[in-house]
């Protein structure tokens, strides 16, 4: 099983980010799918999750209309679409497959001016 999470870097309060996760080595379409992020100094925060199907999406509190999650099963790739980000936003991001027994090594979100 391989997660590689990709689209991160440094952007200014407002703007737009679009990370993106390619997995391998599993059936990724029979697996729910999430990502997760970890502020420096601060436990991992769960974001969003989507199902095997991505026809059902669910969001933290902290980032409900601001990003969509999203898959392609015939591309093995999970997204995540972070719109009007916020220094609070800053961390590192994680995908992670079914009830997050594999995970990526994740790829750095900093929201600064």
């Known amino acids: 099983v391989q997660l590689v999470e990709s689209g991160g870097g440094m952007v200014q309060p407002g703007g737009s980010l679009r990370l993106s996760c390619a997995a391998s080595?599993?059936?990724?379409?029979?697996?729910?799918m999430s990502w997760v992020r970890q502020a420096p100094g601060k436990g991992p925060e769960w974001v969003s999750a989507?199902?095997?199907?991505?026809?059902?999406?669910y969001y933290a509190d902290s980032v409900k209309g601001r990003f969509t999650i999203s898959r392609d099963n015939a591309k093995n790739t999970l997204h995540l679409q972070m719109n009007s980000l916020k220094p609070m936003d800053t961390a590192l991001y994680y995908c992670?497959?079914?009830?997050?027994?594999?995970w990526g090594q994740g790829t750095q979100v900093t929201v600064s001016s």
């Open positions: 992670a497959r079914g009830w997050y027994d594999y």
């Open positions: 989507i199902n095997t199907g991505g026809g059902s999406t």
């Open positions: 080595g599993f059936t990724f379409s029979n697996y729910d």
